[in-house]
């Protein structure tokens, strides 16, 4: 944008990347959602190893999902550095155990989650979905995870519960990135209550049936689809139940061109460029941007009776 497993997953469900990668080929694009069988070594990082026990969902669609390559080199993730590759090229040394994601404020069960607890809270299912970028890119990704709506009700938030917030992981040590002051740090997003409750509204902890890659938000990230891509925290370590609206990281960068609730809308041009078309990745022709990404009919409701061009 700008101005830009699991210890409690047992080790013999986790089937390293190239093992896996080799027999996926024989496999002929279906997703393998059982469980794999090989080892895993110590020590050795498990982004990109197979996920088990994923269910398939309801959320399919009929696009042809972008490349995993794609999706895993064409990345933002400021904390890595502004230029779509460096995620890909630095986010290795990104430490995704131990890792712990706290959950507070207005809830009556506050708690800290290690992630994989975390991971266990519910079901993973994939789901298919559409991902727009206000810089006018967009993917189709087919993500695993669990609606943030299962957390929630976990947390039993009071009545004065009324936004979200999302803190990120801010350490210069793992991240060459936040050693510079283009964002303040850490990375923060939030929605509100009922966006937040949303069953769109995915923790995300892979992608393609792997565990989700660095560059991509590991250990766990946040997926909203009808937003732009930039509502989507990655590497989430703190879920903050607030009684008043966040201030998001890039709302506090450039306020007059990110507004908090951020809906892909066509008809309200950022600032400096047009919303209305937009590149899917891997296409060469534009195609129409589709008010709330195409998710109108499940999310349109949420803004009834707002201006969305002053809630942007
Ligand atoms: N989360 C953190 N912590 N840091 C970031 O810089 N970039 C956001 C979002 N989440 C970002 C982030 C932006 S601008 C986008 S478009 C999406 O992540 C990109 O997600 P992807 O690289 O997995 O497609």
Known sequence: MLIRLPSDIPASEITPPEIYRDRRR??????????????MPAGKSI????????????????EEKTPYKDVTTYNN????????????????????????VAVEGEVRKARTWDIDALMKLAPLEERVYRMRCVEGWSMVIP????????????AEPTGNAKFVEFLTLADPKQMPGVRSRVLDWPYTEGLRMDEAMHPLTLLAVGLYGEVLPNQNGAPIRLVVPWKYGFKSAKSIV?????????????????????GFYSNVNPQVDHPR????????????????????????????????????????
Not at 51 to 59: D, P
Not at 147 to 152: G, K, N, R, S
Request: no cysteine; net charge positive; hydrophobic share 45%.
């Open 77 to 100: 993730f400021y904390e890595f550095g502004t230029g779509k590759d460096d995620p890909a090229a630095n986010a290795h040394t990104l430490r995704t155990r131990p890792w712990t």
């Open 47 to 62: 982004a990109g190893a197979k996920l088990a026990g994923v269910r398939a969902s309801a959320y399919r669609l009929d």
């Open 143 to 154: 993500w695993v995870g669990f609606p943030l709506a299962e957390l929630i009700r976990r």
């Open 26 to 39: 024989f496999m002929q694009g279906s997703i393998a959602l059982l469980g794999g069988a090989a080892l």
């Open 273 to 312: 460029w047009s919303q209305a078309r937009e590149r899917r990745i891997g296409e060469f022709f534009k195609r129409d941007t589709l008010m709330f990404n195409g998710y109108g009919a499940q999310v349109a409701h949420l803004y009834r009776g707002m201006d969305l061009q002053k809630y942007f």
């Open 238 to 258: 703190k879920i903050r139940f607030v009684e008043k609206q966040p201030v998001t990281a890039w709302m506090a960068a450039a306020p007059s061109e990110y």
